[in-house]
T-cell receptor, first 113, second 114 residues
Framework: AQSVTQPDIHITVSEGASLELRCNYS??????LFWYVQSPGQGLQLLLK??????LVQGIKGFEAEFKRSQSSFNLRKPSVHWSDAAEYFC???????????FGKGTMLLVSP | NAGVMQNPRHLVRRRGQEARLRCSPM?????VYWYRQLPEEGLKFMVY????????ESGMPKERFSAEFPKEGPSILRIQQVVRGDSAAYFC????????????FGDGTRLSIL
């Protein structure tokens, strides 16, 4: 069965500093990987996705993620965090064809002044 | 182009009542997914539907829960005889036909059971 681990429940980053959120997955084949962001009381917004090809994926809002098969990881990065990035971030894995997604438990990002 | 629309945004029910949650997918999307989010948890898959068909309901509780996506109208998630443990946020997502399409989420329905 597929699974996703986000080892950090909370992360605090100073505004302007760089960010890396960790995600490890377990899946038997080549996974489809996603990062979503959720603001309080809102739904999930897709930041970026990896299906195949280049292992460095660019997303919206200046985010990127790198797929590392050898480490079963898909970490999310941003070079300079803005206060508006404070939210909860979810990593998810799906399979090919239709994708019922398996989510991690999320990482809450706090941005300090 | 409107996104995935869910209503109501908030729903309060007493134990034993029925809850109906509605989801209208994005225009052109024929695949609908329902997920449940408990406090401090990620989203858990419940059911995947296409028009008039349940494709995968492996995440649905065996009793009291049902889902449909009729030919006309929104998808409905129905919970009969609600209990306190049903309190959660329920999210609907949709995707277009064809493989390898990301899911787009609605803002969810927050269900509270008194």
């Amino acid at each position: 069965a597929q699974s996703v681990t986000q080892p950090d429940i909370h992360i605090t980053v100073s505004e302007g500093a760089s960010l890396e959120l960790r995600c490890n997955y377990s899946y038997g084949a080549t996974p489809y990987l996603f990062w979503y962001v959720q603001s309080p009381g809102q739904g999930l917004q897709l930041l970026l996705k990896y299906f195949s090809g280049d292992t460095l994926v660019q997303g919206i809002k200046g985010f990127e993620a790198e797929f590392k098969r050898s480490q079963s990881s898909f970490n999310l990065r941003k070079p300079s965090v803005h206060w508006s990035d404070a939210a909860e971030y979810f990593c998810a894995v799906g399979n090919s064809g239709y994708s019922t997604l398996t989510f991690g438990k999320g990482t809450m990002l706090l941005v300090s002044p | 182009n409107a996104g995935v629309m869910q209503n109501p945004r908030h729903l309060v029910r007493r134990r034993g009542q029925e809850a109906r949650l509605r989801c209208s997918p994005m225009k052109g999307h024929s695949h609908v997914y329902w997920y449940r989010q408990l406090p401090e948890e990620g989203l858990k898959f419940m059911v995947y539907l296409q028009k008039e068909n349940i494709i995968d309901e492996s995440g649905m509780p065996k009793e009291r829960f049902s889902a449909e996506f009729p030919k006309e109208g929104p998808s409905i998630l129905r919970i009969q005889q609600v209990v306190r443990g049903d309190s959660a946020a329920y999210f609907c997502a949709s995707s277009p036909p064809g493989g390898d399409q990301p899911q787009h989420f609605g803002d969810g329905t927050r269900l509270s059971i008194l």
